[in-house]
């Protein structure tokens, strides 16, 4: 316990320690820049919160609340598991302290539990702020008395711990296939990121089969009637979560005393079965990490010369395939991108929204797609390959190489736009795909998405010459230590917002009259692409004019 | 004291032993180096001793703690100086050690003491409260020599102690390795500097392809005084060369 809590105590001031300045004498400015995104964010939370709102009075008026509840419970708890699992691989298998505190007179459990509190302790964060943004707008809506309130901190302090135990479970055999493919180059990213691409695949399938399938009849009355069915199911399945729910809403004091004590009793038990597991196996699966086999392999001693902007890519994707960690989040968005792309748009379908009509909102949905892959695509990769202060040391290699610098900076440039487009495109495609699209769609979201993604990876550079931290080994310290990544978050939105802004323009007639004059989506379309090719060439202009003194200017 | 039983280690699926068979014993009040060229095992060794990797067969015992079987006992004898700085650095190097302190259950009034006498020792005094991320290279290193000394361990492993040291601090380290070993305690370390190893250890380990080809004091090792230690270690690292240059002793 005194070790746990030594460990618990050093990876917390190591995480939370602000440095009021930077190593070279200048201001600490990434509570600013979180300040920035926050606020350049606040319509959409606004947004997201006001829908919450509505939801809930349309959950009072079917008189299921405490299954409303629950799926925001739910949704709290896909947030953390979608930062934990990278948080928890990145802090308790990824880690470069392993090392460091393995030699230690302390048992291997007390490292993993210590590490464990620590992810959840920092996925608590998130919890809190997405409760904000879900559970306090529904609870107002549906007028929870005051003591919910109080109850729904606890709720809030509870419920990340499934989607974490659920991570530390998970992580086991995912780590153990890793392990196997280990040292085998991109093969572990790919497998990394394809096991991760299942996991949520799984996930949202399981989410969308219990509130997606609304309805098989035409009629409103008994769509509704099904609706309500279909909710209330689904929420008892997920137990834990209902019981928890069921404390926000409880008909009697006694009923919301065997509730609490029922969720706690299932938490706790789930809690001491995940702990139990993975802390036993915690030791062997670091220790994989840690080996470094060597093996007999065929080696091409030359390779096809491919000149100087082509070779440094080369080692540069090299490097960052070759690495778990960055290689996993640079294919990240590939998998995971179409796959919420895919749920989304079958949300919309004709198929699921049986007896809806939705063939008129195929423009609408489609510039929602692209709007929100623009998003998605734009900020999720970006600290791990645009980056010039990724490469840390290797930054002061870059500085000796005799070849023009322009020629270092197309290469990042164009790594970095690959990848990104390589999203887009396999996007473009699912989108076409699942809304029957006319061909010419397709080449226009492709060519949307080119110019914006090249001129945003141009501006994604800039930043990050122009507030250099080369202190960054893991995607995860980039994302947090780094305010150029956090920039990527608000240059994704504004995309997002100039699509969605474009988009509402022309597309507002189909809300209002139901039909498009027939030049109105070849006209938005083509001031969409005029706007990106603009933004390209001036975004590109701008940083290879300023690039080379910000890059000269980084530890003179 | 340090004692290591046909010791293997081969890593997932390879065919190749990154340490094969290892015996070595180190005694207390010996500086003894361990040598070899780069991949020759001597990291896997170092990482099987301090109980980062656990060995496929064999034993390791420290101080008469066998390793497998008491691994906290065994480590909390133990010192280490690892090669890389992957420490936590948004301490500060008095936190750092205050946390080292900690861990191997150093006295609140020793550990004070101790502090004082290393920081003082390696010029850190006035650099002790600040983070460790602010640190050169050899301040780092500096701190984790110093981290590695708070609970005076009876063994003390120092992985490629000297690199990045300024020629005071290296000078510092030798003597602090001297007078550690001269207590009675052992100290280990692996160097790619022969002329260190030459001038300051007792005996010397020589490791190749994850075997163990010679081990002996210096002076059986330099039967011809005239030749260097570098010029054995180059001769018997070359495969064709052991029989003759070693010949009987393998």
Redesign the interface.
């Known amino acids: 316990m005194r070790d746990f809590s030594i460990i618990l105590k050093t990876l917390l001031r190591q995480k939370f320690r602000f440095q009021r300045y930077t190593a070279n004498g200048k201001k600490n400015r990434v509570l600013l820049a979180f300040i920035v995104v926050g606020v350049a964010c606040l319509p959409m939370i606004a947004l997201v919160a006001y829908s919450v709102y509505n939801t809930g009075l349309i959950m009072k008026a079917a008189d299921v609340v405490t299954e409303g509840y629950t799926y925001l419970i739910t949704a709290l708890q896909a947030v953390v598991l979608f930062t934990g699992i990278i948080s928890m691989l990145n802090t308790i298998y990824f880690s470069k302290d392993t090392e460091f505190l393995l030699p230690l007179p302390v048992k291997t459990s007390s490292i993993y539990t210590a590490k464990l509190v620590y992810v959840y302790i920092d996925e608590l964060i998130t919890g809190v702020l997405t409760s904000l943004l879900l559970l306090i707008p529904y609870a107002i809506a549906v007028n929870a008395p005051f003591f919910v309130y109080i109850q729904l901190l606890l709720v809030i302090i509870i419920a990340p711990m499934l989607p974490l135990l659920l991570g530390a479970i998970i992580a086991i055999p995912l780590m153990w296939i890793i392990g196997y493919f280990k040292n085998k180059g991109i093969i572990t990213s790919v497998v990394y990121v394809l096991l991760m691409g299942i996991l949520f695949g799984l996930y949202y399938y399981f989410i969308y089969k219990y509130t997606g399938s609304v309805a098989e009849e035409s009629l409103p009355g008994q769509m509704l009637a099904n609706l309500i069915v279909s909710i209330s199911d689904g929420a008892r399945a997920i137990l834990p979560n209902y019981l928890l729910a069921k404390t926000l809403n409880p008909a009697s004091f006694g009923e919301y005393i065997l509730n609490f004590l029922y969720a706690i009793l299932i938490y706790a038990a789930l809690m001491g079965i995940a702990v139990t597991i993975s802390s036993l196996v915690y030791r062997s699966t670091i220790m994989k990490q840690l080996e470094n086999p060597k093996k007999k392999m065929v080696v091409k001693s030359s390779e096809k010369r491919v000149g100087i902007v082509g070779s440094l890519i080369k080692s540069d994707a090299k490097r960052l395939f070759r690495d778990p960690n960055m290689g996993t989040f640079t294919l990240f968005q590939l998998v995971i991108v179409p796959i919420i792309v895919v749920f989304m748009l079958y949300q919309f379908s004709g198929d699921n929204l049986s007896g809806v009509d939705t063939a008129f909102l195929k423009p609408v949905i489609i510039i929602g797609a692209v709007a929100f892959t623009l998003f998605m695509g734009m900020s999720t990769n970006t600290a791990a390959t645009s980056a010039f202060t990724r490469e840390n040391r290797n930054f002061y290699v870059l500085k000796t190489l005799p070849i023009d610098f322009k020629n270092i900076l197309k290469a990042k440039i164009y790594l970095a736009a690959i990848f990104s487009e390589i999203t887009l495109i396999i996007t473009s495609i699912v989108v076409a795909v699942m809304t029957k699209a006319e061909w010419y769609y397709f080449f226009a979201m492709v060519g949307v998405y080119t110019f914006l993604n090249l001129g945003t990876t141009c501006v994604q550079v800039l930043v990050d010459l122009a507030r250099p931290r080369l202190n960054w080994n893991t995607f995860n310290e980039g994302a947090k230590n780094n305010p150029s990544s956090l920039m990527s978050l608000l240059i994704g939105f504004v995309m997002m917002l100039v699509v969605v802004a474009i988009g509402g323009i022309f597309l507002y007639p189909l809300f209002t009259t139901g039909t498009l004059s027939a030049w109105a989506e070849p006209v938005m379309w083509g001031i969409l692409l005029a706007i990106s090719l603009v933004y390209m060439i001036i975004s590109y202009e701008i940083t290879m004019k300023n690039s080379q003194k910000l890059f000269d200017r980084i530890e003179q | 004291m340090l004692k290591i039983e046909n010791v293997s280690k081969s890593?997932?699926?390879?065919?190749?032993k990154?340490v094969d068979g290892l015996n070595l014993e180190v005694k207390d009040g010996e500086i003894f180096g361990f040598l070899g060229p780069n991949?020759a095992g001597k990291s896997t060794t170092i990482?099987m001793i301090?109980?980062?990797?656990?060995s496929d067969s064999g034993n390791i015992e420290i101080n008469g703690i066998n390793l497998k079987r008491d691994?906290?006992?065994a480590?909390?004898t133990?010192g280490?100086v690892?090669d890389?700085h992957?420490?936590?650095?948004?301490?500060t190097g008095n936190?750092y050690l205050n946390?080292m302190g900690?861990?191997?259950d150093v006295p609140q009034k020793t550990l004070e003491e101790r502090k004082t006498k290393y920081l003082r020792l390696f010029h850190l005094e006035e650099n002790a409260n600040e983070?460790i991320?602010?640190y050169s290279h050899g301040m780092k290193q500096k701190i984790l020599v110093i981290g590695a000394l708070v609970h005076e361990p009876k063994l003390w492993i120092l992985d490629e102690p000297l690199t990045g040291l300024d020629p005071e601090s290296a000078y510092e380290l030798k003597k602090l390795m001297r007078e550690h070993a001269d207590n009675g305690n052992t100290v280990f370390f692996s160097s790619h500097v022969i002329d260190v190893v030459e001038k300051v250890c007792d005996r010397v380990a020589i490791i190749n392809h994850g075997k163990l080809i010679a081990v002996d004091t210096l002076a059986n090792l330099k039967k011809d005084k005239t030749v260097s230690l570098e010029k054995i270690f180059l001769d018997i690292t070359n495969e064709n060369n052991i029989e003759s240059v070693y010949g009987s002793k393998l």
Do not use: R, W
């Open positions: 890593y997932a699926k390879s065919p190749v990154a991949g990482k301090t109980g980062i990797l656990n691994p906290i006992k480590k909390m133990i280490y690892p890389e992957n420490t936590y650095d948004k301490l936190e946390f900690e861990m191997y983070q991320k602010s």
